[in-house]
């Protein structure tokens, strides 16, 4: 097994603790005040602890090499594990939704604030430190399902971080409808979370195309390596979890031998690989009377 996917597997089992360890902590601020607030807190929390356990899943799958039924590999499980992730949040928002409501039509003061609040304030500080370290991580390796879980914590973060001081004012001011408004509140930033969460997913699963700045990175390497080649057109890219596709056509002069035209490829393809890592690329050789005068001119 890999180096880097070691370090996957190690941190996405690291979450599962953490977000155990933050649930405990929740859990209890809820209990010992009856805050709304902090009840859509514990909530979210359970999500997380889920998130991490599919996050832990899919990227053990994703690691199995190809096969007969998947050639292309397993890469695009962590963009499913991302989707259900976000279907979780946005249940996670319509239960805070409905304890919020019960929560109005039945009001109760918020008993030993400064507990609850204390105990929040710790789960909240140890999920922005994980957040941060699975955000690194995630960009790195280019894990879906490690940034997932990475942009969930830090969603939670700044909720949470508003929750507090949100309970803070309902025990200052006495107005207790501030409670559950505050956890509609959180519910609706969290229904948000989730939303993007599965639009950015399913576009993966679509075979969206990378950002404009890492095709033209590719345009500039292809031009840069393939000399003695005419042109690169027809090019084409794909994201699927860590993995990137590539596939072009790549013009060569029509007396070039087969041997000359694949060093040029060789040394394309290294170039490639060297500064953009988990990609697999396919080059189709064409003769120079199929130049169609666009896309990468050699340099």
Avoid at 137 to 145: C, E, F, H, L, Y
């Amino acid at each position: 097994m890999e180096r880097g996917l070691q370090q996957a597997l190690r941190i996405a089992a690291g979450s599962i603790a953490v977000g155990l360890a933050v649930l405990g902590l929740r859990t209890a601020a809820w209990w010992v005040t009856g805050s709304a607030a902090l009840f859509s807190d514990a909530v979210e929390s359970v999500v997380n602890v889920a998130a991490a356990l599919l996050a832990l899943f899919a990227i053990r799958l994703s690691a199995m090499p190809a096969d007969a039924n998947h050639p292309y590999g397993h890469t695009k499980v962590e963009l499913i594990s991302a989707v259900v992730e976000g279907m979780l949040i946005v249940l996670a928002a319509v239960a805070i939704l409905l304890h919020a409501r019960d929560v109005y039509l039945y009001p109760a003061p918020i008993e030993a604030p400064l507990a609850g609040m204390a105990l929040n304030a710790m789960s909240t500080v140890l999920n922005l430190g994980w957040a941060l370290l699975l955000l690194r991580t995630g960009r790195r390796m280019r894990s879906p399902a490690l940034l997932g879980d990475g942009r969930h914590l830090m969603s939670d973060v700044v909720n949470s971080s508003g929750l507090v001081i949100g309970v803070g004012l309902v025990v200052v001011t006495g107005i207790r409808w501030l409670d559950p408004l505050l956890a509609v509140l959180a519910a609706l930033y969290i229904l948000g979370a989730g939303s993007f969460l599965i639009r950015d997913s399913v576009s993966g699963l679509m075979d969206a195309a990378p950002g404009e700045e890492v095709v033209e990175r590719v345009r500039r390497l292809v031009a840069l390596h393939a000399a003695g080649a005419i042109e690169a057109h027809d090019l084409r890219m794909r994201h699927a979890g860590r993995t990137t596709f590539l596939d072009f056509h790549l013009v060569v002069p029509g007396s070039m031998t087969v041997a000359e035209a694949h060093a040029i490829c060789d040394r394309v393809e290294a170039a490639l690989k060297a500064e953009m890592e988990g990609m697999l690329i396919s080059i189709h050789l064409e003769p120079e009377g199929k130049a169609k005068h666009e896309g990468v001119l050699v340099l």
